[in-house]
């Protein structure tokens, strides 16, 4: 069972400690400079909503146990990220159970939740292959509706991969991993015959929260 997240609102339409994302959303959507921040517990949050967001927010390092955002060291395209959710956007995620194990992933209507596409499980696959296929699917879905949407993912290391357009993986090529093995060699071949002017993002988990294609599965 996932666990539960707190969510507290320093600057929004209104302050405090809440207990879900989309609540949370409500308070920031379309406020300018809004400050807000996911917490484990609700001790935590609180104790930071009293101490003020410059003492959590945008902070590089722990403090007071705090597991602290994006530090405004980080490069400009970041800062940009944190600041504000593109919200006519894709995100994508992948559920895993082992690593490898089964893998599944879905693309859905960041603003909605919808359910755009959901691929699997497929067997014996690792989570990072499954972030990377869903990215590259995300794309092929978006250039056939002729789509120029913003996609996002939590995976730097499957965005690393989509800049490379190669994957490095370990997990070793047989008979129990040969779906898997085929789904990446596919949209590593999409990614090398296609172009796109879609962005690919890095969800800012850290400031907003899971994103919304979660499957629930820390």
């Known amino acids: 069972m996932a666990k539960g997240k707190y969510y507290v609102v320093w600057v929004g339409k209104k302050t405090g400690v809440f207990t879900s994302w989309p609540e949370c959303q409500a308070q920031v959507s379309g406020v300018q400079d809004a400050k807000f921040k996911s917490f484990e517990t609700k001790p935590l949050a609180d104790a930071a909503f009293k101490e003020g967001w410059r003492n959590h927010w945008g902070k590089g390092k722990e403090t007071a146990g705090v597991k602290t955002g994006t530090s405004l060291k980080q490069p400009v395209l970041l800062q940009a990220e944190a600041a504000s959710i593109d919200y006519d956007s894709i995100s994508v995620d992948v559920g895993t159970r082992g690593n490898p194990g089964p893998v599944e992933f879905k693309g859905v209507d960041t603003q909605t939740g919808e359910i755009l596409f959901y691929v ?99």
């Not at 067997?123 to 056939?144: D, R």
């Not at 789509?147 to 997990?171: G, M, P, Q």
């Not at 090529?173 to 990614?191: F, G, H």
């Not at 850290?206 to 979660?214: F, L, N």
Request: charged letters at 25%; glycine letters at 6%; zero cysteines.
């Open 120 to 218: 699997g499980p497929v067997p014996n696959g690792t989570n990072n292959l499954g972030e990377f296929i869903a990215i590259v699917h995300a794309l092929s879905y978006l250039k056939e509706k002729g789509s120029n949407k913003t996609i996002y993912s939590d995976s730097r290391t499957a965005l690393s991969w989509l800049r490379n357009k190669k994957v490095a993986s370990t997990l070793k090529r047989d008979a129990s991993t040969a779906k898997i093995w085929e789904l990446t060699d596919e949209a590593v071949k999409w990614l090398q015959t296609n172009t796109y002017s879609n962005k690919v993002l890095k969800w800012n988990t850290e400031v907003w929260g899971e994103i919304k294609a979660d499957f629930g599965r820390k």
